[in-house]
């Protein structure tokens, strides 16, 4: 019998989550589908970057507190399930319900009354009522609950336990063991609504996306101006709290920003302008970078080698890393686009030796550190993080 399962609990949000419960001392049990990261993390290896996770992997698997199974039949050995499927967006960005409602038909059979389902990974508002009625219309006497996720990508063993936990339920029942549960991680707990946790979740990613907008366009402005953004932005926050929650500019991508922003925006029926807006600044960027550079200098006579693939900074993930837009754009435009990044596997990418090697133009599209005493051998550089320190007026 098992504490925990976690259905879809090879990737980012439920591996972590699992080594973090099994080493409070919980029996837990990853279901997932993906056979060659089910194959990895019984082997004690991370599918992923995440820092800290890979030895406290190895660890549980020693302890026999943690297995993986690719049979959907560990769910019904199971006190409480958690169940790592969001909301994604179609090709016209709204929301596809679908494929929540596919996923409990799928493991339905293996649902048994008494069982707290928890939905941990963002949700459209008002899924999880849904699911609530779903497993009713199939005789499912079960709990439900929306305990979301806010960790950061990489920092997920820190954060579990220093983060306060969201919980919901509609059930005392279901409330006490989401609280049984998450206090193990943290006792800093706090208890809403269903759907006030669904859109506190909403309301968090979004409201991050925002403030990524305002350093975007603010960036923008001053670099119409040639004026070096990062003087301003220096001149801002120096000892003035309240600029300090300003972020630096930069391509804000990933999988969960642009989408959730998207998703609220469906939700309010469309009436969202902050939300649209922010999309057109952020998503824009790279067409604004590749305007810029056009301006200056003739891009079809140039080969422009981009440094870094992945969507943040220290990460191999690259899910809709806006780096990939920017090749795409820049294709269209240069005589030729080289890549590279120090994380992301992927045969295409050259050394960071060989693309400054072979660039007339760099840009710096991700802030890893690796990039910030680099040799650029004198040529021209486009760094809108400024992580070399020599601005990033473009």
């Known amino acids: 019998m098992y ?14 989550l699992a080594i973090a419960l099994a080493d409070k001392g919980k029996k837990v049990c990853v279901q997932d589908i993906d056979e060659v990261a089910a194959e990895a993390v019984k082997r004690g290896e991370l599918p992923f970057s995440e820092e800290g996770a890979e030895p406290l ?7 026999g507190l943690l297995q993986v199974s690719l049979d959907a039949g560990c769910i019904a050995d199971s006190k409480i399930i958690i169940c790592i499927v969001g909301t994604p967006v179609d090709e016209h960005l709204n929301p596809k319900f679908g494929l929540m409602k596919n996923i409990i038909g799928q493991y339905v059979d293996y649902f048994r009354d008494g069982q707290l389902l928890i939905l941990r990974s963002t949700v459209f508002p008002g899924i999880t009522s849904k699911v609530r009625d779903w497993l009713f219309q199939k005789g499912k006497k079960m709990h439900v609950a929306f305990c979301p996720e806010r960790i950061l990508e990489g920092k997920a063993m820190t954060e579990l336990k220093s983060l306060p936990q969201i919980i919901s339920s509609f059930s005392e029942e279901g409330l006490s063991m989401s609280k049984e549960l998450f206090s193990c991680l943290n006792n800093d707990i706090v208890v809403v609504e269903p759907m006030e946790a669904e859109l506190a979740k909403l309301f968090t990613n979004v409201w991050r ?10 960036y923008m402005i001053a670099n119409n101006y040639g004026l070096d953004f990062y003087n301003i932005y220096r001149a801002m926050t120096h000892n003035y709290e309240r600029a300090q929650d300003l972020p630096r500019p930069g391509l804000a991508a990933g999988p969960c920003l642009f989408k959730d922003s998207m998703q609220l925006g469906a939700f309010n029926d469309g009436d969202f302008y ?25 891009l079809s006579s140039k080969t422009v080698g981009i440094l870094g693939m992945a969507f943040k ?4 993930d690259i899910r809709e ?4 837009k920017l090749k795409k754009i820049l294709e269209l435009e240069a005589s030729q686009v080289l890549c590279t990044d120090p994380y992301v596997k992927d045969d295409r990418l050259l050394t960071l030796e060989e ?17 910030s005493n680099i040799d650029v051998k004198g040529k021209v550089v486009a760094d809108v993080w400024n992580v070399t320190g020599n601005g990033g007026v473009i």
């Open 3 to 16: 504490d925990v399962c976690i259905i879809g609990g090879c990737g980012h949000v439920g591996l972590p």
């Open 274 to 298: 902050l939300g649209h807006s922010a999309m057109l600044i952020n998503e824009g960027l790279p067409n604004y970078m590749v305007k810029r550079l056009k301006q200056k200098y003739d």
């Open 209 to 218: 996306y925002i403030k990524f907008a305002a350093a975007n366009q603010f």
């Open 355 to 371: 693309v400054i090697g072979r660039s007339d133009i760099i840009v710096i599209a991700t802030p890893h550190l690796e990039y």
């Open 313 to 316: 900074s220290g990460s191999d």
């Open 321 to 324: 890393s806006l780096s990939y």
């Open 57 to 63: 992997l190895k660890k549980v698997l020693e302890e």
